[in-house]
């Protein structure tokens, strides 16, 4: 029996395509690297894999490459870079193997945060014994290890920091750390900018509560956060930075262990005052969007927007300006990724928007995602890209004018 589509859904079916497939990125800026084109092999001196994007207090971009060459382990340094609204990019800073070739001062930076004193303070996952946190000015001058993780006896002060620091209401810096503290399952600690004072807040108690994931801010000033096992999570935990105050919050699965959200995309705060993520069903692959009260009551889990990981996954959760979330896939559907908009009342896919290549400008595996506050998407893809003759490129930052109202 051929189906018959009522008239207004078709018209908001093609609405949807043509809308999709008219949205062209523009590329800011292309990280290019030099040596073995054919193999992918080389130096990239500005980066490669940039990973995150934030927009800094001055309109312009700010973000974080993970590797300074291409196939070499041995030289992943990586690199912190900003580029203006207009395209202009700076190297802001290089991370380096140093006299011992050890990192001391970090390497692989993954993230950024604005502190209230207007520098960019960051995290790094190598380095020294266990990554570093540092600060540096929004030039580049003045680069500051804040601290060196695993540097107390027994790593107490934790080891390799998860996600991106969070400003807390009280003007501090928050963030977690994946393992190490007074039981190595991990801790929450506090950054007082105006000192660089470090100190452990919190530790969690036991490797068999799981470990905790990047923090979220709610209205109150307290921080929320999934306890993850692996890369997935079966609990929340809720903190409160005023008083020290730590809950655990079960989450309670329709199916036992059967779709369980992903800890390394941090949980979101919606317009209805309920957190979201990312779900993916276990052993299967796919993912899905996800919805709790923050009490850990009503979880729901909404159909999966992709039924199969291809090769990746979600890399972020972004609520935009039209109320609706747009999520980062570097894998999807043609393995290059695409960017998908889901409705936050049922997680439906809205429109899948997929211009990422080998052979596309704009390069593939789409990371870090941000809205500026024009209303612009800016975001940053992890390889490829164009470039000169006898060069590779190794990732983009991109920006996508999706007619979005202004944050």
């Not at 945060?113 to 207007?118: I, R, V």
């Not at 919190?202 to 905790?212: A, C, L, T």
């Not at 956060?225 to 809720?238: D, K, P, S, W």
Request: charged share 10%.
């Amino acid at each position: 029996m051929e189906r018959k589509f009522p008239l207004a859904v078709l018209v908001a079916l093609l609405a949807t395509s043509v809308f999709a497939a008219g949205q062209h990125p523009t590329v800011a800026y292309t990280f290019v690297c030099k040596g073995n084109v054919s193999m992918r092999v080389g130096t990239c001196p500005e980066g490669t894999w940039p990973n995150s994007l934030i927009q800094g207090s001055d309109g312009n971009f700010y973000g974080t490459a993970e590797y300074s060459a291409s196939g070499e382990a041995s030289s992943n340094g990586g690199t912190v870079f900003s580029v203006t609204p207009a395209g202009k990019f700076t190297l802001l800073h290089t991370f380096v193997a140093g006299t011992n070739n050890n990192f001391a001062n970090g390497r692989a930076p993954f993230s950024l945060t604005e502190g209230p004193d207007g520098k960019l303070y960051g995290l790094t996952d190598g380095g020294a014994n266990g990554g570093v946190l540092y600060r540096v000015n929004k030039d580049g001058s003045d680069f500051q290890v804040i601290h060196r993780f695993c540097s107390a006896t027994n790593c107490t002060d934790g080891v390799v920091g998860t996600g991106a620091l969070k400003l807390g209401t009280d003007g501090k810096l928050y963030g977690t750390t994946m393992e190490g503290g007074t039981t190595g399952s991990g801790t929450i600690f506090r950054v007082t900018p105006s000192s660089g004072a470090y100190h452990v807040v919190f530790n969690f108690e036991s490797v068999f509560d799981g470990f905790p994931s990047s923090l979220t801010l709610a209205p109150d000033g307290t921080f929320y956060g999934l306890i993850r096992f692996a890369e997935v999570a079966e609990n929340m935990f809720h903190f409160t930075p005023a008083t020290g105050a730590f809950q655990q919050i079960a989450l309670n699965f329709p199916v036992q262990g059967a779709f369980t959200p992903i800890a390394t995309v941090p949980l979101t705060l919606g317009l209805n005052g309920n957190f979201y993520g990312v779900y993916t069903e276990y052993q299967l692959g796919g993912s899905g969007l996800f919805e709790v009260e923050p009490d850990g009551s009503h979880l729901q889990f909404f159909p999966e927007y992709n039924t199969t990981l291809s090769g990746g996954g979600p890399a972020g959760l972004l609520l935009a300006s039209d109320g609706n979330f747009w999520i980062p896939d570097n894998g999807g559907g043609s393995s290059s990724g695409d960017i998908i908009t889901l409705s936050p009342t049922d997680g439906k896919v809205l429109q899948t928007f997929a211009p990422f290549g080998t052979a596309a400008a704009v390069g593939v595996s789409p990371s870090g995602l941000v809205q500026a506050k024009d209303g612009t998407l800016w975001g940053t893809t992890s390889d490829y890209g164009k470039a000169p003759s006898g060069h590779f490129g190794g990732g983009t930052v991109y920006s996508l004018n999706a007619g979005l109202p202004p944050r």
